[in-house]
């Protein structure tokens, strides 16, 4: 029987360098004993593989690219048996290729099923982690302190999350299963188990403020809230505390929100009905469907850009749909299509989509503006942006899709829909990535319009942008699964 000892710490490179010799020796999964645990100092000093010679006629071990990803998932895994197990299934794929495809095998619904615990595991690490600034800078960088406590071995596969996140900022995050900092230039892990200094800070107030803003008692469902937000992560979310009491609350809450007088409606309501009894010529019946209010917007005549667009580009999506996006306004391909985002942007648009895990169709897609604004230049419509008073004749159409539809979440697109949506003008730069709260208590998430990284000319750095727009989407899809809830 031959021994193994790994530290088992989420190295992938531990096994695989371990599997590889004793695949290589011909030694069978049935004779080999895989321990896990001690020190790192402890590892240096236990025996070393004593391996027969590897045979130099044998074919090279290969796997499929699908056995490789699924194993740096299940090695983060805390379950004893991975390592077994991930021998095993290396050993039996020599002889069966297809394995993997089997999902009903039991090794790999085994290894499946480990992997996707992982997956989860980070994805919580991305949502839960709450940084804490660290007083004093280094060299004009903030420097900020995370205390976390994973179910499994994610620190290191999840850091690189952060580093994009947080690039301009110094941080360290500290969990029992080891340690990740970033100073600007490197991502260092340490395998031993952090601890937690225990200090609160003044963004601990934020969190609290933004989520007792977003708590809808009415939608409240205990059972689902639990499993998005397990118990064990409470400790560390400064909000937690705000949610047994809100919890408690909740019932009252609802009665009471139904037995309040209905309130005044906001003031954006009343400039829209000015606007829209100023021009009575083109106020048709009020559409109750998004159908109906798509037909009528067919016919819109409210700002001279339906002169010379081919035609209105009204929204798609399903009509109770929880997410909505806004875009600017069409493009040429959408002004001649019809459709929202299947030009260039919307090429963008649907990678970093499917890079996020958001499926395009079950999301409600639209724009700030809906007819296309250009000026021709050869045979060419050259797109130009759409003035504030533009965006202002369209908010009439793009209210009422909110109405109708009646998202949780809106995510703006860029600064036109910021704009559209809010009324805020400040720079995107400083509205990326902070949820505000609207009418309704609808979440409303701004961030950058797909077109941004089709204007940045060297790859490197639209790599960079594109991940960091992945990264906005994921949180989206979190925050939306959230809200759902
Ligand atoms: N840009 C947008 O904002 N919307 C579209 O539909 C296409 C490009």
């Known amino acids: 029987m031959q021994t193994v000892r790994l530290l088992g710490r989420g190295d992938f490179s531990e096994w695989r360098d371990a599997a590889?010799?004793?695949?290589?020796?011909?030694?069978?999964?049935?004779?080999?004993?895989?321990?896990?645990?001690?020190?790192?100092?402890?590892?240096?000093?236990?025996?070393?593989?004593?391996?027969?010679?590897?045979?130099?006629?044998a074919p090279p071990l290969t796997v499929p690219p699908a056995f490789l990803s699924l194993a740096e998932a299940v090695v983060c895994h805390t379950e004893p048996g991975r390592f077994h197990l991930l021998y095993r299934l290396l050993w039996r794929l020599q002889s069966d290729r297809r394995l993997m495809k089997l999902t009903a095998d039991k090794d790999v619904a085994w290894a499946r099923l480990l992997a996707r615990n992982v997956q989860r595991d980070s994805h919580k690490m991305t949502a839960f982690v709450r940084f804490k600034e660290i007083a004093?800078?280094?060299?004009?960088?903030?420097?900020?302190?995370?205390?976390?406590?994973?179910?499994?071995?994610?620190?290191?596969?999840?850091?690189?999350?952060?580093?994009?996140?947080?690039?301009?900022?110094?941080?360290?995050?500290?969990?029992?299963?080891?340690?990740?900092?970033?100073?600007?230039?490197s991502l260092i892990f340490d395998t031993r188990p952090g601890a937690d200094p225990g200090?609160?800070?003044?963004?601990?107030?934020?969190?609290?403020?933004?989520?007792?803003?977003?708590?809808?008692?009415?939608?409240?469902?205990?059972?689902?809230?639990?499993?998005?937000?397990?118990?064990?992560?409470?400790?560390?979310?400064?909000?937690?505390?705000?949610?047994?009491?809100?919890i408690a609350n909740a019932e009252a809450n609802v009665r009471a929100m139904a037995e309040r007088a209905a309130s005044d409606p906001p003031l954006f309501h009343y400039r829209l009905q000015q606007a829209a009894e100023a021009m009575p010529q083109?106020?048709?019946?009020?559409?109750?469907?998004?159908?109906?209010?798509?037909?009528?917007?067919?016919?819109?005549?409210?700002?001279?850009?339906?002169?010379?667009?081919?035609?209105?580009?009204?929204?798609?999506?399903?009509?109770?749909?929880?997410?909505?996006?806004v875009g600017e306004q069409p493009g040429d391909q959408e002004d001649l299509a019809g459709r929202p985002f299947v030009g260039p942007a919307g090429k963008v648009f649907d990678a970093v989509l499917k890079d996020a895990g958001i499926a395009r169709d079950t999301l409600y897609l639209t724009n700030a503006v809906k007819h296309f604004k250009y000026v021709p230049r050869g045979k060419r419509r050259i797109h130009q942006k759409p003035a504030q008073g533009e965006i202002e004749h369209?908010?009439?159409?793009?209210?009422?899709?909110?109405?109708?539809?009646?998202?949780?979440?809106?995510?703006?697109?860029?600064?036109?829909?910021?704009?559209?949506?809010?009324?805020?003008?400040?720079?995107?730069?400083?509205?990326?990535?902070?949820?505000?709260?609207?009418?309704?208590?609808?979440?409303?998430?701004?961030?950058?319009?797909?077109s941004f990284l089709l204007r940045l000319p060297d790859e490197a750095e639209r790599k960079r942008q594109h991940a960091l727009f992945v990264d906005d989407m994921q949180m989206i899809r979190h925050l939306a699964e959230t809200l759902e809830a």
């Open 199 to 246: 200090h609160g800070d003044p963004t601990d107030d934020l969190w609290r403020i933004y989520y007792s803003s977003i708590f809808n008692p009415a939608r409240l469902k205990l059972k689902a809230m639990q499993a998005e937000m397990p118990k064990k992560y409470w400790r560390n979310l400064p909000e937690a505390d705000l949610i047994p009491e809100m």
């Open 20 to 57: 590889r010799a004793l695949a290589a020796a011909g030694i069978s999964p049935r004779e080999v004993d895989w321990r896990i645990g001690g020190l790192e100092e402890e590892l240096f000093e236990a025996a070393p593989l004593d391996l027969p010679k590897p045979d130099p006629a």
């Open 394 to 450: 369209c908010r009439w159409w793009l209210a009422r899709e909110v109405e109708l539809v009646r998202p949780r979440l809106i995510v703006a697109l860029g600064a036109t829909a910021v704009y559209a949506l809010s009324g805020e003008r400040k720079p995107l730069s400083q509205l990326r990535g902070k949820p505000m709260t609207m009418e309704g208590n609808v979440v409303l998430y701004p961030t950058i319009h797909p």
């Open 136 to 185: 004093g800078e280094t060299e004009g960088r903030r420097r900020f302190f995370a205390w976390f406590e994973p179910s499994q071995f994610v620190v290191a596969r999840t850091a690189p999350f952060f580093r994009r996140r947080f690039a301009d900022m110094d941080w360290i995050i500290a969990t029992p299963k080891g340690t990740a900092s970033w100073d600007g230039e």
């Open 282 to 325: 083109i106020v048709p019946a009020m559409a109750g469907s998004i159908e109906a209010l798509r037909e009528e917007a067919r016919h819109c005549t409210r700002c001279p850009l339906h002169c010379a667009a081919t035609q209105t580009v009204f929204g798609e999506g399903p009509r109770d749909a929880h997410l909505m996006m």
